[in-house]
């Protein structure tokens, strides 16, 4: 048996988001994972995105819910006051612990947030960390900061002796950046350093067609992507701490997903990443 993981940037309610919810919906029936990290989410005024994502599944208040949620706010739209962005968490079993994590910025109006949990699987106790940080090219000296404090929380939160910690969303950096140079070991930041290993990179499944085998997240193949005149990239992740000699959390697999169009729309304007993870000691 082993430990799911999808992390999925769900492009809040940009249009057409009639069109594109039901995809999302089929691609979470299908992939059925048990740890969820969504980013670039909207609850607020009547608005709650992920309850309506997993309508499908049940209520978890009326105790027919596959899945726990959680969410933490990163900043209130300019334009709507009215509703909150930011990040979730979708989780198979019991999430028993919280902490919101804000991350630096720069002083203006665009703030980011973490959420990180500990989760009450059957292998243990699991801290699982979502975020989503700055997007602009030009803003890697923040999402350096970001990764700091980012991984310092995780790791301080991790459970000791049990499965690795793992951080997973929208990082809007490419491998090769510091920033995620930094996530994985190659770089220090600060006279700090840190070691989480890519899924991607340790089980990405390179057979896949055309840019989903090299992990491309960002895709001018997807008509929203296409759009902003950005080129192909790696943005989106799953990390997570070494295994060990035990072997537990070690990264069996890992693929992109919810990168199919159907009836003229595509799920979100990125492709997620789904990550598969051992769960037993041998």
């Not at 059925?32 to 608005?47: M, N, R, S, T």
């Not at 933490?72 to 990040?87: C, I, S, W, Y």
């Not at 703030?111 to 801290?127: C, K, N």
Request: hydrophobic content about 35%; aromatic content about 10%; glycine content about 8%.
């Amino acid at each position: 048996m082993s430990l799911k993981v999808l992390t999925l940037n769900i492009w809040h309610d940009q249009e057409p988001w009639s069109a594109r919810l039901p995809l999302l919906q089929k691609w979470i029936r299908r992939l059925d994972p048990d740890l969820i990290a969504f980013q670039e989410v909207l609850v607020g005024d009547g608005v709650d995105q992920v309850q309506e994502i997993l309508s499908g599944e049940g209520d978890h208040a009326s105790g027919h819910s596959k899945y726990h949620r959680d969410y933490v706010a990163a900043m209130t739209l300019p334009d709507r006051k009215h509703l909150e962005f930011g990040n979730a968490i979708a989780s198979r079993w019991p999430i028993i612990d919280r902490e919101e994590i804000r991350l630096p910025d720069r002083a203006d109006w665009e703030t980011r947030a973490a959420l990180a949990v500990d989760i009450d699987s059957p292998f243990g106790t699991i801290g699982f960390t979502c975020t989503h940080l700055h997007w602009q090219f030009n803003h890697g000296h923040v999402r350096e900061k970001q990764v700091q404090l980012l991984t310092e929380r995780a790791w301080d939160r991790r459970p000791r002796d049990g499965f690795p910690p793992i951080i997973a969303g929208d990082f809007n950096a490419e491998p090769a950046s510091d920033e995620i140079r930094f996530m994985t070991g190659r770089h220090s930041l600060d006279g700090k350093s840190v070691a989480f290993l890519d899924a991607w990179e340790v089980a990405g499944d390179t057979s896949q067609i055309g840019e989903e085998g090299q992990g491309i997240t960002w895709s001018n193949r997807n008509d929203y992507a296409r759009v902003e005149f950005e080129p192909n990239r790696r943005i989106d992740y799953i990390f997570a701490g070494l295994p060990g000699r035990r072997g537990l959390g070690w990264v069996e697999a890992c693929c992109v997903v919810c990168n199919e169009e159907e009836g003229g729309a595509w799920p979100t304007d990125h492709f997620g990443v789904y990550a598969e993870f051992r769960t037993d000691n041998t």
